[in-house]
């Protein structure tokens, strides 16, 4: 008869394995610094890409989002942050710009709504996710690797989500792939070598702040919120940066969605 003893060491291990298990991390054997006098960059990095509306003043100091920057935003439901992101991307490609807008929660449908009422959303190039389920990651790698000066991603999570389920892959595992392919393009890695700009529609915490890793943050430039301002069918809405390394943080500007084919803005309220 076989012991208790015994019979515990043909049990199987489940759940995490021990610390002792994991290959130690190698040593490095030197670092090096950087000295920013002896770094150069094409300039093209430091023109602007605008819209040429007023809301090019918030996005930067200089107006407008810089090639090869992140920028995440977040917002109340139903305040209207795929409308003014597409509307931001459609005035992009007004202004000669290659745009891309991955959409990881709508279909043509629910596309073909936004486009009635705003007809210029319709040039834009869509890659729509669901048509691509079976290989979501294949279908991203392949069309960044064409070259966009901005594209715009709704949402990541459901991105995300998508190919970590897919892939069987844990959460971080998917993220670290989406991070290093956005990492990738901000320094001009597709065939067309553009310094790839990303807008990230992200989601919050019930506290209303950002979800996500601390790497996401790091590498974010910029992080805006659209909020409502007040209650009921009276409220106002505004976009406002909590965090802006090229322009400044805190200040509102107002947009409407009444007009057809074009968000309004101002600084006030109206």
């Not at 006098?37 to 100091?61: H, M, Q």
């Amino acid at each position: 008869m076989q012991t208790l003893k015994q019979n515990k060491t043909k049990m199987v291990r489940r759940g995490r394995p021990p610390k002792n298990a994991t290959a130690p991390k190698a040593v490095l054997k030197h670092v090096s610094f950087t000295q920013m006098k002896d770094v150069k960059f094409d300039p093209s990095l430091f023109t602007p890409i605008k819209t040429g509306t007023v809301v090019d003043t918030v996005l930067s100091n200089e107006g407008g989002i810089f090639p090869g920057t992140n920028t995440v935003v977040i917002g109340d439901p139903g305040v209207g942050k795929s409308t003014v992101l597409l509307d931001l991307l459609a005035n992009f490609q007004n202004k000669g710009k290659r745009v891309l807008f991955i959409s990881g929660e709508m279909n043509e449908i629910d596309m073909f709504g936004y486009v009635k009422r705003y007809p210029k959303f319709g040039r834009i190039p869509i890659l729509f996710m669901q048509n691509y389920a079976s290989n979501p990651q294949s279908a991203i790698e392949k069309s960044l690797d064409e070259g966009f000066d901005v594209v715009l991603i709704d949402s990541w999570a459901e991105v995300n989500d998508m190919v970590q389920e897919e892939n069987g892959w844990t959460r971080k595992k998917a993220e670290s792939w989406l991070l290093d392919l956005m990492d990738k393009h901000n320094k001009a890695g597709n065939s067309a070598n553009k310094h790839t700009a990303f807008i990230n529609i992200q989601q919050m915490t019930k506290g209303g702040d950002f979800a996500g890793s601390n790497r996401i943050k790091h590498m974010t430039t910029a992080m805006a919120h659209l909020k409502f301002d007040g209650r009921g069918r009276d409220a106002l809405r505004y976009m406002v940066f909590s965090k802006n390394r090229r322009g400044d943080v805190g200040e509102k500007i107002y947009f409407s969605l009444f007009r057809p084919n074009n968000v309004e803005y101002s600084f006030e309220q109206v």
